[in-house]
């Protein structure tokens, strides 16, 4: 893939009219407003493509994985209420953007995703724009035990239920923000961990996703 890592005039005017749409449709955090109007989303596009990456829509990037709407990657980033020096678990890493987005929220991020290609195509690309999280090659349905426990967790991919083993990789006050539902639309889920084996759960809009694929998914 030819990546078109020149950011002119007319990429940062597109990101302001994108920021606008988002606002339009209900975002409401000015930090996500802030990191969604830096990050340059068209670095995660075929140079081919440049014009369609500031679109809000969802985007084939290969692998029949697609890079994320943008309102979508807002809504889920407003959920997660990123604080700086949060440390999260991002399961499905894909182009890499949304990842992009909780680092300039602050985070600390720890992501994992289960298909080589876009794994190797991200650890490239992501250091090269300034962005290092954690990067892990494996099935995200399961979590990454070894660095836990997370201040938040965020699912990019539609869970056919929430995976007990996520919910143990959270802190006590931890966040989990997952889609839940079939593999042709699922509800956004929130589930703050408030004990031991206590969980509170608020089910929210409906979105329409990838099947998270593994041991503890489709």
Known sequence: MAYKFVDNYRERGARKQLVKHLEKRGIEDKRVLQAIGKVPRHFFFDETFWNQAYRDIAFPI????TISQPYTVAYQ????HVRKGDKILEIGTGSGYQTCILMELGADV???ERQENLYHRTIQV???MGYKPH???????????EH??????IVTAGAPFVPEVMLKQLK???LLVIPVGDEKSQKMVTILRVGEN???RIELDTFRFVPLVGDQAW
């Open 110 to 112: 720890y992501t994992i």
């Open 126 to 128: 992501l250091p090269y």
């Open 198 to 200: 206590d969980f509170e």
């Open 172 to 174: 006590y006050g931890g």
């Open 62 to 65: 290969g692998d029949g994985q």
């Open 135 to 145: 990067f892990f090659l494996g099935d995200g349905s399961r979590g990454v035990a």
């Open 148 to 153: 836990a426990p997370y201040d938040k967790i």
């Open 77 to 80: 980033s407003e959920l997660l």
